[in-house]
């Protein structure tokens, strides 16, 4: 599966786009939609052209993690809640996850919620709880905010 342009929008609704590098909550260069790594240096500016390419990109890596860990026929908006989480907390950590191991034992919906949930941490404090709760929305009742 591909990531749905409702889902690419609630993404960048949730990162935010910023065409200038800048340090995320946790201490990381950023620039973009959410584009770490390597190449993402202090005073780099890139045009909002450039910034999708970047998305694009980024997005590959973690539609690929979300279709390799969940052994379950995903609707698209699950789908698209799942990238958009791996997309903050990484594929490492989304492929190690609880909420990978519930959602492939078809767990109810409350224990996948609260899973999400868990997930609420950047840089050691509790910033990320909205999001959270907004992906769960997205994930369980398919609403795109």
Not at 115 to 135: D, M, N, S, T, V
Request: proline share 1%; charged share 30%; net charge positive.
């Amino acid at each position: 599966m591909k990531m749905s342009e409702k889902g690419i929008k609630f993404l960048i609704q949730e990162e935010g786009e910023r065409l200038k590098a800048y340090k995320c909550a946790a201490g990381v260069w950023t620039i973009g939609v959410g584009h770490t790594g390597q190449d993402v240096k202090e005073g780099m500016v890139v045009t909002k052209e450039k910034s999708r390419e970047l998305l694009k990109l980024d997005l590959s890596r973690f539609e690929k993690a979300v279709n390799t860990c969940i052994k379950l026929q995903l609707e698209q908006h699950k789908f698209d809640a799942l990238v958009s989480l791996a997309f903050n907390i990484g594929v490492g950590n989304f492929s190690k996850s609880t909420l990978v191991k519930k959602i492939n034992v078809n767990a109810a919906i409350e224990e996948i919620e609260f899973q999400f949930k868990e997930w609420r941490k950047a840089g050691g404090k509790p910033i990320l709880l909205p999001r959270r709760e907004r992906e769960s929305k997205l994930y369980k009742g398919g609403i795109y905010e």
